[in-house]
């Protein structure tokens, strides 16, 4: 793990400072107790604590990455990537980070952290880094509890997954950014009329942040064609009709080996005060 993303830890039992072993295998707090977190053989870190819990589990990462791998939603991550340029981020902690698509696409060009609960997407983001060489780390956490320092992060980005305000406001440098991106309004409609007989459109996050300033909105749309029934099944597995749907309307998707629709994206992107 890069020194810059390790010197920002802290111990998620007693919240001391951390470093890194000599020989790199492990990470100990400085704290009276030394508690001390070994790396795993890809590279990440557990900080979840034993009641953490587990996250998305292999199949839906698996399905999530061949998806996202397959370049779809490469426009987003280049938005994203775009406006931490933008505002001169040299370490960005990626919350709700899965597999690590987007992370390891914002560690290119700077300084990543990649939190999430699910140990099989952490797993697999940290060997994709670990193989690719890039500058990101990964730990298992909670976005309710992120096991790093305040004020230590100039960018925390939010991308599909719960936002924790609370914990964001704390960790962000004062001046620092967050990027939140949400469905919009017509997001995957494609994909609903191909199932649902009325399909409808979306409604907007019930959970943006109310004490950060939104320093701008942007709105991003376009067509995808997804090619095959193991990308479409994939797809729809992100989603939350996923869980919802009957088998009369998930047969419909069944008979399906090409699939066109729309995307929409809101990418809003706050900025914490200089002054608390």
């Not at 072993?21 to 870190?45: A, I, P, T, V, W």
């Not at 950014?177 to 019930?206: F, M, Q, W």
Request: proline share 3%; net charge neutral.
């Amino acid at each position: 793990m890069n020194s810059l993303i390790a010197t920002r830890l802290r111990c998620p039992v007693c919240r001391a400072t951390c470093e890194v072993s000599e020989d790199g295998k492990s990470l100990y707090c400085g704290g009276q107790r030394r508690h001390c977190f070994d790396f795993s053989r890809s590279g990440y870190l557990n900080l979840a604590g034993p009641h953490g819990g587990e996250g998305d589990l292999k199949a839906s990462v698996r399905a999530r990455s061949l998806f996202l791998e397959s370049g779809y939603y490469e426009r987003l991550a280049d938005t994203v990537c775009e406006v931490l340029a933008s505002c001169s981020v040299n370490t960005v902690l990626d919350a709700g980070c899965g597999e690590g698509y987007y992370t390891n696409r914002m560690a290119l060009g700077r300084a990543a952290l990649g939190v999430d609960l699910s140990s099989a997407g952490i797993d697999h983001a940290a060997k994709a880094a670990k193989r690719e060489g890039l500058n990101a780390g990964y730990a298992v956490a909670s976005l309710f509890k992120l096991p790093v320092a305040d004020a230590s992060f100039d960018a925390i980005t939010n991308l599909f997954a719960p936002c924790a305000e609370a914990e964001f406001v704390r960790v962000l440098r004062p001046g620092g950014v967050l990027i939140v991106v949400a469905a919009g309004e017509h997001h995957l409609l494609g994909l609903k009329k191909a199932i649902y007989d009325t399909p409808y459109t979306n409604r907007g996050r019930a959970d943006l942040p109310q004490e950060l300033a939104l320093e701008r909105e942007i709105r991003l749309t376009y067509e995808i064609t997804v090619e095959g029934r193991e990308r479409i099944d994939a797809l729809f597995s992100m989603t939350p009709y996923y869980w919802r749907t009957s088998e009369a309307d998930r047969q419909k998707l069944a008979q399906l080996d090409r699939l066109t629709t729309e995307v929409d994206f809101n990418v809003y992107v706050y900025r914490k005060g200089l002054i608390e």
